[in-house]
């Protein structure tokens, strides 16, 4: 069996999702693009596209034309898949994986279902053993990570990934899921440390400062499903901030999160500070 790697997103599928963004595209235009992909990881341009639905990119088809389903989805109407995880070190490439993984669906302001589970290891480095409190010993009788990644994998469908520092949960399951030649990620994605920069007044946005400014009450910092729950707070917190009349659609929201100005100034780095304490000493030697 031909094993299922892939490389990075290859630049003609970004072209692709960018240019979605903005008009739908002719099926069969749609499909003579696949075709073109040398990344791509079937020679059925038919077959590739059956694979990105399979890996949670949002198409459809409608009138024999593609489009992202996000970009006519209202924010009130999508399903916001939010997910954390706890793992025993930070790179799969070098044999670390997920012990625990959590997740919360949202959709217009409910939560309509949760996902939880450890996952079986090995080994626990105790610095994260003192992090987390799990232990090896609560390991013992939890299921295999290719079982969990493949729950999770039918859990999650086509929504929108959120989670409180992006980059890290949905590469790390994503290149877990590569590594059991179960596909890989392709939803939409959307990260709550962004959203809240441009939507809530705090000092810091890591989300235990967050989860105080907010007076969201929950425990067991550290563990999937609770920091998972904790985010979906925060997200609802910003969504209540938004403009509405501005922000209508799903895609509107992720570029909103992406490209807006913070509502709080990021702090300044420290020579930037210098040379405003040296114009305030010089200032108050001229008076």
Known sequence: ???????????????????????????????????????????NPELEFELLLSNGLPLEIENDKVFLKTTKTLISEQTFCI????????????????????????????????YESLVYAKTIPEYIQNVTNITPKMLENAPILKNVLEEFKLFLEDDVFVAHDIKFDYNFISNSLEKYDLGKLENRKLCTIDLARRT????????????????????????????????????????????????????????FSKNSQPIVPKIKVKHEIKEEEKKICSHKKNI
């Open 1 to 43: 069996m031909q094993s299922m790697k892939y490389k990075n997103k290859s630049n003609l599928l970004i072209k692709l999702i960018e240019r979605l963004k903005k008009e739908s595209i002719l099926f069969d235009d749609f499909l003579n693009e696949l075709e073109k992909n040398q990344d791509r990881f079937f020679d």
């Open 83 to 114: 997910v954390d995880i706890e793992t025993n070190g930070g790179h799969v490439n070098k044999g670390h994986q997920i012990i625990e993984i959590g997740a919360v669906k949202y959709k217009a302001g409910q939560i309509i279902d949760k």
């Open 200 to 255: 809530l007044k705090a000092n810091r946005y890591g989300l235990s400062f967050l989860k105080k400014t907010l007076n969201i009450d929950i425990d067991n910092h550290h563990r999937a499903y609770s920091d998972a729950l904790s985010t979906t707070y925060i997200l609802e917190k910003s969504f209540s901030a938004l403009d509405n009349k501005k922000i209508v659609t799903v895609e509107d929201l992720i570029k």
